[in-house]
């Protein structure tokens, strides 16, 4: 079946500009996580949803960063008046388990280059 | 703060030739030690999850163990296709991972 996918695959942008990453989950999936992968780093957590559950916010490195899911289902990522510092591959990862413990499915990423 | 650090950052080897990768880490409370393995331009596919020390879990040429402060992911008789880099996580709650940086493994034929 369908994996998870996330648009653009690329996005280039001019700092100060917002920009707008989306994340279609594999259908059924109730949870829902958005990563960030910087060169030569670690898979930073950013955010979880789960279900109709108020998402875990903890993760997102400053307030120009904010994310939605609308349905239990898309989500999109979205930053506010970027700098170069938020260039990195932003992946997203939905999951049937509520909890950790079992499986993410994590799509290709979106490479954000902020020039 | 739950920290993961992944050694060595690259590895490569003959084909044939079995290695290991570590995994060591710190956490209030492990509720999981994860490996995945991501390919170029991919995004990390699941291959284990550990939960208590002792455990060890097999997946054709991967095993991988797990310590009360490290994990090992020993490649046995490696083949090109298992070039890759592998990933480390660990969670101290129910839905949080926290990734090592990887090691990049490289098998040449």
């Known amino acids: 079946g369908a994996g998870v996918s996330q648009s653009p695959s690329n996005k280039v942008t001019e700092k100060g500009k917002d920009v707008e990453l989306r994340c279609d989950p594999i259908s059924g999936h109730t949870a829902l996580y958005w990563y960030r992968q910087s060169l030569g780093q670690g898979l930073e957590f950013l955010i979880y949803f789960q279900g109709n559950s108020a998402p875990d916010k903890s993760g997102l490195p400053s307030d120009r960063f904010s994310a939605e899911r609308t349905g239990g289902s898309v989500s999109t990522l979205t930053i506010q008046r970027t700098q170069q510092e938020d260039s990195a591959v932003y992946l997203c990862?939905?999951?049937?388990?509520?909890?950790?413990?079992?499986?993410?499915?994590f799509g290709p990423g979106t490479r954000l280059t902020v020039t | 703060e739950d920290q993961v650090t992944q050694s060595p950052e690259a590895l490569r080897l003959q084909e044939g030739e079995s290695s290991s990768l570590n995994c060591s880490y710190t956490v209030s409370g492990l509720r999981g030690l994860f490996w995945y393995r991501q390919d170029p331009g991919k995004g990390p596919e699941f291959l284990f999850t550990?939960?208590?020390a002792g455990e060890e879990k097999e997946k054709e040429r991967l095993k991988a163990t797990l310590t009360k402060k490290e994990s090992f992911l020993h490649i046995t008789a490696p083949k090109p296709e298992d070039s890759a880099t592998y990933l480390c996580a660990v969670s101290s709650n129910d839905y949080k991972l926290s990734f090592g940086a990887g090691t990049t493994v490289t098998v040449r034929a």
């Open positions: 990862a939905s999951s049937p388990f509520p909890r950790v413990s079992r499986e993410q499915y």
């Open positions: 550990l939960y208590s």
